[in-house]
């Protein structure tokens, strides 16, 4: 800021000498020199305009840089929330199992598929029960069942 001033004050001043050199007589010469002044003048507030407009530009680019970086966050935030509902919804429908049925806990394993477009209520879809060992045993059709009232969606049983 302090060279534009110091270019306006600069250009007063050899305008002011540069015109005061002509003689009066000389009128043509007069408008020429004033002329030449006042487009040099606007040449220098130009500039001022064209830094302006280039910081603004710069100002967008990082409000979208910002942008962008907070639309990942929330991004990472809600797909943290959605694999920790699934890893607790699955370790709540393990417990039961083992509860109700008596398995032992590395029997039994869930998978579950969910609707995540809401992360505040995300919906379970298909549920994946894999048996293993004793919990092979068991009825299929009372495992089901009991699934299907407890969670409410469609359960596939598969026996290792």
Known sequence: MN????????????????????STNDVRLKKHINFLT?????????????????????????IDSFV?????????SNNLIINTS????????????????KFKEDDVEIKIEVNSKDVEAVQIEKLKIFLYNEATWCDE??????????????VVIKKA
């Open 38 to 62: 006042s487009l040099i003048f606007l040449i220098i507030l130009i500039f001022p305009i064209k830094d302006a407009m280039d910081k603004v530009n710069d100002i967008k680019e990082n």
């Open 141 to 154: 059709n009372k495992i089901e069942n009991y699934i299907e009232n407890l969670v409410g969606c469609e």
């Open 86 to 101: 699934i890893d607790n919804i699955c370790s709540g429908i393990e417990k039961a199992l083992i509860d109700e049925f």
């Open 68 to 76: 962008s970086s907070i639309s990942s966050s929330v991004d990472y």
């Open 3 to 22: 060279g534009y001033i110091i270019a306006i004050i600069t250009i007063s001043i050899v305008a002011g000498i540069g015109s005061s050199l002509v």
